[in-house]
């Protein structure tokens, strides 16, 4: 997630007409208080933001330029099997949040697990080369958490489906 405050807020106060020092007064800042804001070193706080919002006639996602992703199941499954793809490290941060959405459901364990190990391999690194990784300095349990978080929750599903009776996948 990307946010733009800073170039909403300038392209909003220069869209209404308004001088830095004018948006300033209006909210009862210092002119370099919105200088900053513009230029991205502070952030303005909460409350702040509720009322550019409301003075520039805008919602606050829009302010913030927040953008929701589809979080559904497939798509988010179908995600993590891009990321894994392309071998995209930010597919990591995403593959480790859907794991704990979703603990249960096999294809997001798989993908997952598959995002963590495409992301070892990215750095040089293989799961199946711990050893390799312990030579190196390197301590395997801090190089693959996400890849141990995704095998143990992909043993929890496999358990799972062998209790209810469904062959091994």
Request: glycine share 6%.
């Amino acid at each position: 997630m990307q946010i733009r405050l800073a170039e909403n807020i300038r392209a909003l106060r220069r869209q209404h007409r308004f001088t830095q020092e004018q948006l300033a007064e209006s909210l009862g800042v210092t002119p370099g208080a919105v200088y900053k804001w513009e230029a991205g070193l502070s952030q303005p706080e909460l409350a702040i933001i509720v009322e550019l919002s409301d003075l520039f006639d805008t919602s606050v996602d829009v302010l913030l330029g927040y953008e929701m992703k589809d979080n559904r199941r497939q798509t988010t499954a179908d995600r993590l099997r891009r990321y894994q793809t392309e071998k995209d490290r930010t597919g990591l941060a995403e593959a480790e949040k859907a794991l704990q959405k979703y603990p249960n459901d096999f294809e997001i364990v798989e993908s997952d697990r598959d995002v963590a190990h495409a992301a070892a391999d990215r750095r040089g690194l293989r799961p199946a080369g711990c050893a390799a990784a312990g030579a190196a300095g390197m301590d395997h349990r801090r190089v693959y958490p996400a890849v141990r978080r995704a095998d143990a929750a992909e043993i929890r599903v496999r358990a799972a489906l062998h209790r209810k009776g469904y062959a091994a996948v």
